[in-house]
């Protein structure tokens, strides 16, 4: 969940009727491989699912099941792949300031999943073998001198956005709201609160790990911010405020690249050797990054980016009508397919999509819906162009039914036979994505 975007009900073209709600959506499961495209499924919680904005990402954990990571969630979700079972397990009510929000993103190592604290005060632990869930606190009243600070960042919500793993095998979380950067270490199970102070609220949405650091990319703040063992800097400066950027993806040579939310350029972020800062580029400008038509503001135009099997970066819309690819080779974006409202692939004219997957089984990318009615695929099996200058196929798939809850999924994870499984965020299953050309591993 992201308090800085529209999460209004989402502007749709028209109205199905109901028979071409039958035959475009069935229920629980539409099988688009005589298309050429993915059998989705959805499956459902031997326990029903109830509420809303319910986990918020998920991770393999080391038993080969996925864990997904509570968000207003009362317990842990675990998908088994190999049965397709899903179960809850845990407490009947995980708290952690509050039961809203509480955790976003999770990071696995070892036998263990660790929950980055949203609006929740504590780690969420997940020891996977015995599936034990505990929770690691966050020694604010040690760190801060002043018992009201203390306390105030204890109770603040959207503390962090995500995070990632440095060079020292350390969690760093991405400071949101939150003063300090929180480090997590995995062989004490400790909480440390680290670097500067970091004033602001919604700074930074998003980190990615390259050249040993990790950078987080500028929503509100100025500057990007890298984090490392050895130091916490602050480079550039974008102006204070405007939602920026909203999260990244790393192309396969390091760049990461920063994706437009309210501006009208990619922010290219380059890892800089040793000491030396990072070499910061915009690239593109207004007359092809846009949001869509149904917008007069210019915002909200994507959401989520993923590296495809070519090494070029694509970017989902959101409010925009086309996919963004980028070249970092090249320093080029372009629009690639066809426009997703003129064409009819898509319904829906805001948050269409949220966060993706790279699948190289079949070389494709994959969208996940998120107020959208259909599963975006990129597929990059034909971009062989050794100058850059191949073209990928941009499609979209109807999900089965029931497909018209917003915000239905948050994160995804692909296993390693190459099967794709999403979070249940709003709608109460699991989508389950097998690519068209996949086999069982004994096949």
């Excluded at 209004?8 to 499961?29: C, G, L, M, Q, W």
């Excluded at 040793?274 to 092809?288: A, K, R, V, Y």
């Amino acid at each position: 969940m992201d308090p800085t975007t529209d999460k209004s009900r989402a502007p749709r073209s028209d109205f199905y009727s109901e028979i071409d709600v039958k035959t475009k959506h069935p229920d629980n499961e539409v099988d688009h491989r005589p298309n050429g495209g993915p059998l989705l499924k959805l499956l459902w919680s031997e326990e029903p699912l109830t509420g809303q904005t319910l986990f918020l990402g998920g991770e393999v954990g080391s038993d080969g099941k996925i864990y997904c990571i509570p968000g207003h969630s009362p317990r842990v979700l675990v998908i088994d792949p190999e049965t397709d079972d899903v179960t809850l397990i845990g407490s009947k009510e995980l708290v952690s300031n509050g039961t809203k929000f509480k955790w976003l993103r999770g990071i696995p190592i070892g036998d263990v999943i660790y929950g980055l604290p949203c609006h929740a005060s504590e780690v969420l632990r997940i020891h996977v073998p015995t599936q034990t869930i505990t929770k690691i606190p966050i020694p604010y009243e040690t760190f801060y001198e002043d018992p009201a600070v203390a306390k105030q960042q204890r109770k603040m919500i959207w503390k962090y956005h995500g995070g990632n793993i440095c060079h020292d095998g350390c969690i760093y979380a991405v400071p949101q709201s939150a003063l300090h950067v929180l480090k997590i270490d995995p062989e004490t199970d400790t909480c440390s609160l680290v670097g500067p102070e970091l004033p602001g609220k919604y700074k930074w949405y998003g980190g990615v790990e390259s050249g040993g650091s990790i950078y987080c990319v500028p929503q509100n703040s100025p500057h990007v911010l890298r984090i490392s063992p050895e130091a916490i800097t602050l480079h550039g400066d974008y102006g204070e405020g405007g939602h920026k950027w909203h999260g990244a993806a790393a192309a396969d040579d390091g760049t990461i690249v920063c994706i437009p939310n309210n501006v009208d350029t990619v922010l290219l972020v380059k890892p800089g050797e040793g000491d030396d800062g990072p070499t910061l580029t915009e690239i593109g400008d207004g007359s092809f990054i846009q949001t869509g038509r149904h917008r007069s503001d210019g915002k909200y135009k994507y959401l989520g980016a993923m590296t495809g099997t070519n090494g070029k970066v694509y970017i989902f819309p959101s409010g925009s009508e086309q996919v963004l690819e980028v070249d970092t080779a090249r320093n080029i974006a372009r629009n690639v397919g066809p426009n997703l409202r003129d064409s009819g692939m898509e319904r829906i004219f805001q948050n269409k999509w949220q966060n993706g997957l790279t699948n190289p089984h079949d070389k494709c990318v994959y969208a996940i819906p998120l107020s959208g009615e259909t599963l975006l695929r990129i597929d990059c099996s034909n971009d062989r162009d050794a100058g850059g200058d191949g073209d990928v196929e941009v499609t979209t798939w109807p999900l089965p039914s029931p497909f018209e809850t917003l915000d239905k999924w948050e994160g995804g994870v692909i296993c390693a036979n190459g099967l794709m499984y999403t979070m249940p965020n709003n709608c109460k299953a699991v989508l389950k994505i097998q690519p068209c050309n996949w086999k069982p591993d004994n096949e």
